[in-house]
């Protein structure tokens, strides 16, 4: 690794580990299992550097993150179904949100609605299968294309389009019909 490795690690990858974190986290069902897939994607961006061409960083590093979430899971969770921790209130606001936000304050009623609707959200993407989970978190909360979601997850855009399809229609039989969708 070249002195200029070093440099572009920090100033192209350091950045992106918060978004980096929560697909982990997503993933994984919880952080102290993400903490340990970002140090191997962490190493693994790290061994890589010299080869990225910065066109698309944060896709980049995602996919590594994808893929060195995939490779913990088989290790870790061979053949069971995945499904990720609550997060605790805060962290449910600030993922769903995508970031710290300057709005006032809720109310004591609104915030616990909020934290009510944030729960059912959370177990409803929980209760999605894992191919349908990874691509809405990566459109939904980190607002990717469907393009960089095809090189991320490595399918076609028009996978990338159904699976996204499918797991809103699933969401949202959950919230209209109060059950689980087919």
Request: charged residues 25%; proline residues 4%.
């Amino acid at each position: 690794m070249s002195a200029d490795g070093r440099i572009r690690f920090d100033r192209l990858i350091l950045p992106r580990f918060d978004d980096g974190f929560r697909l982990a986290r997503w993933l994984t069902g919880n952080p102290t299992d993400a903490e340990d897939v970002m140090q191997e994607a962490s190493l693994r961006a790290f061994l890589a550097i010299d080869r990225l061409v910065e066109h698309n960083v944060r896709a980049w590093f995602l996919t590594i993150v994808r893929n060195a979430c995939y490779s913990w899971l088989e290790k870790h969770r061979p053949g069971i179904t995945i499904s990720s921790e609550q997060l605790q209130g805060y962290d449910q606001l600030v993922l769903e949100r995508g970031g710290v936000s300057a709005d006032p304050a809720p109310t004591p009623e609104e915030a616990l609605i909020a934290r009510e609707d944030a729960a059912r959200l959370t177990a409803a993407i929980d209760g999605l299968p894992l191919a349908m989970k990874e691509v809405l978190v990566l459109r939904e909360y980190h607002d990717l294309s469907y393009r960089e979601i095809a090189e991320i997850s490595g399918v076609p855009v028009g996978t990338v389009m159904s699976r996204l399809a499918r797991a809103r229609r699933h969401l949202l039989a959950r919230f209209d019909g109060g059950g689980d969708a087919a």
